[in-house]
T-cell receptor, first 117, second 111 residues
């Protein structure tokens, strides 16, 4: 079974508009973390935002926010006020376990976001 | 503060050869993980090193091996290269479960 599911292979958004990228996950570990990464064409994975399984509030980092719905096992990324530089692949990932050397991170298949001027 | 650095950035090898990729973690990080990312796919976890030992391993054959040094830097070795090993190899470092930071990757082409 897929541990991380991203159902949107590609998305378009108008510049300055908000966009939501979907992510659902599956784990039986009570301690886990959810990440979003941005991968431009250059290849480097850029960390955007993190949500821990015990965090009570949704994570926010500048224009990025994570809509964490634990009961539904979803962790959608919301990008507000899209910019042309936001065009890239976006990956949702999950870390199971905690502590040094005991984490395994699983990535989804990614969503390609294109921002239209 | 230097982030995660990987070398080399690009590499071309012939089928059957062996390759070594290198990674220096971000300062203060003690855990290094390696990922393989084929074109158009998400990264696949290869293995993770902590305290100079392999702690976790993904579904990769024994041709893939690694090492972590006392300074936390790491190497990924791949023996008997196959055409299917062509991919972007990403190294990520972290500290005790916090978010992982990635290097720019090594693009390996096997011909």
């Amino acid at each position: 079974a897929q541990k991380i599911t991203q159902t949107q292979p590609g998305m378009f958004v108008q510049e300055k508009e908000a966009v939501t990228l979907d992510c659902t996950y599956d784990t039986s570990d009570p301690s886990y973390g959810l990440f979003w990464y941005k991968q431009p064409s250059s290849g480097e994975m850029i960390f955007l935002i993190y949500q821990g399984s015990y965090d009570q509030q949704n994570a926010t980092e500048g224009r990025y926010s994570l809509n964490f719905q634990k009961a539904r096992k979803s962790a959608n990324l919301v990008i507000s006020a899209s910019q042309l530089g936001d065009s890239a692949m976006y990956f949702c990932a999950m870390r199971e376990g905690w502590g040094g050397g005991y984490q395994k991170v699983t990535f989804g298949t990614g969503t390609k976001l294109q921002v239209i001027p | 503060d230097a982030g995660v650095t990987q070398s080399p950035t690009h590499l071309i090898k012939t089928r059957g050869q062996q390759v070594t990729l290198r990674c220096s973690p971000k300062s203060g990080h003690d855990t290094v993980s390696w990922y393989q990312q084929a074109l158009g796919q998400g990264p696949q976890f290869i293995f993770q090193y902590y305290e100079e030992e392999e702690r976790q391993r993904g579904n990769f054959p024994d041709r893939f091996s690694g090492h972590q040094f006392p300074n936390y830097s790491s190497e990924l070795n791949v023996n008997a290269l196959l055409l299917g090993d062509s991919a972007l190899y990403l190294c990520a470092s972290s500290f005790s479960g916090e978010e992982a930071f990635f290097g720019q990757g090594t693009r390996l082409t096997v011909v």
